[in-house]
């Protein structure tokens, strides 16, 4: 076997290896702006472990979702997931990060003006029980959450939309798991930087550390920022 067939054989092993460890271990997401300071600067690379929320198994447009090892993230965990889109299947191209304030069956609270906290608080108005929809669970549907359930149902329950048109219910069933993720930012509900609910099937990993951070605007050499080496975002 001659040199150059040895040298194109370890590159392909190499890579194969590398995109095994994405797709089923961990990878790599970066921080793309700042508007998820002070958690997170524009720029720092997040470690992604994939096993945390269990392991999505690949090319759902094949054979449909499913995880292997299931586990949940806990309120608290830096989460990283796909946009969600309309339908039964997450956009599986572009990646997001956000901070669960809200696990299947929890309660968040929403304020008048649409502040949103993981507590009851007067203080801050927040004062609305919002609750976090698990599958087959049955939620409320009152003048102050209208709104976000619909708008829930309509992406990702289109089998139900039908059917919370022509009943009169004031109650509607869920059919999957939803996660009301945030920023990090202390931000209202109708800043864009806030998530809403997430459907379980967007869900990619957990963050584990920050690996390492280059400054967006500074030449290669001067970019690295030494104190975020394998940071810790729960510290």
């Given at each position: ?15 194969a ?29 997040l470690?992604v472990?994939r096993?945390?929320c ?28 796909n946009?969600?889109v309309?339908g ?47 599958a ?71 963050v584990?550390?920050?690996a ?22 729960y510290?």
């Amino acid at each position: 076997m001659g040199r150059t067939v040895r040298i194109v054989l370890w590159t392909v092993g190499v890579c194969a290896v590398v995109a095994l460890c994405r797709m089923c271990w961990a990878t790599l997401v970066e921080v793309p702006h700042s508007n998820m300071q002070p958690s997170f600067l524009a720029g720092d690379r997040l470690l992604v472990d994939r096993w945390r929320c269990g392991l999505r198994a690949p090319f759902m447009a094949f054979h449909g979702y499913r995880r292997w090892g299931r586990q949940r993230p806990a309120k608290g965990d830096w989460v990283v997931f796909n946009m969600p889109v309309e339908g039964n299947r997450p956009d599986t191209s572009a990646l997001c990060v956000g901070r669960v304030m809200g696990c299947p069956g929890d309660t968040v609270w929403m304020g008048a003006r649409g502040r949103v906290s993981s507590h009851r608080s007067y203080a801050g108005g927040c004062i609305w029980p919002v609750a976090v929809p698990a599958a087959r669970s049955y939620v409320q549907l009152c003048r102050w959450n209208a709104g976000i359930y619909h708008q829930t149902i309509r992406m990702h329950e289109p089998d139900s939309v039908a059917h919370i048109q022509a009943d009169a219910s004031p109650y509607f069933r869920f059919g999957r798991n939803y996660y009301w993720v945030e920023s990090g930012s202390d931000t209202s509900f109708f800043d864009s930087r806030v998530f809403g609910f997430v459907p379980e099937e967007c869900l990619v990993g957990s963050v584990v550390r920050v690996a390492f951070s280059l400054h967006p605007d500074l030449p290669l050499h001067r970019a690295w920022r030494r104190n975020r080496f394998f940071l810790s975002p729960y510290e």
